[in-house]
């Protein structure tokens, strides 16, 4: 079973930046076997969830065109701990952040964080 907490969301000004974090529970994000990939999505109010980053074990990344040149995703295996760093924000960025993990791909999510709100002003 592995346990995503996610932090580091928060109130911003349009054009500030900030950085989700997301921390497993238990091992290695990507020294366990069976987590082949790991993604932040966004869910806003009245929308659908949508994949804003993803990375796969051998470091390939992907991002929805929205957020290409401003988001970056990465991972410290050392702790345990999977980043995305938000640059030039935007009030449509607005929405809860999830940290994902899958066995696969990102289109089967085994496992869900809490998530965390980013609000973006001005």
């Known amino acids: 079973q592995v346990q995503l907490v996610e932090s580091g969301g928060g109130l911003v000004q349009a054009g500030g930046s900030l950085r989700l974090s997301c921390a497993a529970s238990?091992?290695?994000?990507?020294?366990?076997?069976?987590?082949?990939?790991m993604g932040w999505y966004r869910q806003a109010p009245g929308k659908q969830r949508e994949l804003v980053a993803g990375?796969?074990?051998?470091?390939?990344?992907n991002y929805a065109e929205s957020v290409k040149g401003r988001f970056t995703i990465s991972r410290d295996n050392a702790k345990n701990t999977l980043y995305l760093q938000m640059n030039t924000l935007k009030p449509e960025d607005t929405a809860v952040y999830y940290c994902?993990?899958?066995?696969?791909?990102?289109?089967?999510?085994?496992?869900w964080g809490q998530g965390t709100q980013v609000t973006v002003w001005g």
């Open positions: 238990s091992g290695s994000i990507f020294s366990m076997l069976y987590i082949n990939a």
């Open positions: 990375i796969i074990r051998g470091g390939s990344t």
């Open positions: 994902a993990a899958a066995k696969g791909t990102l289109d089967n999510i085994a496992y």
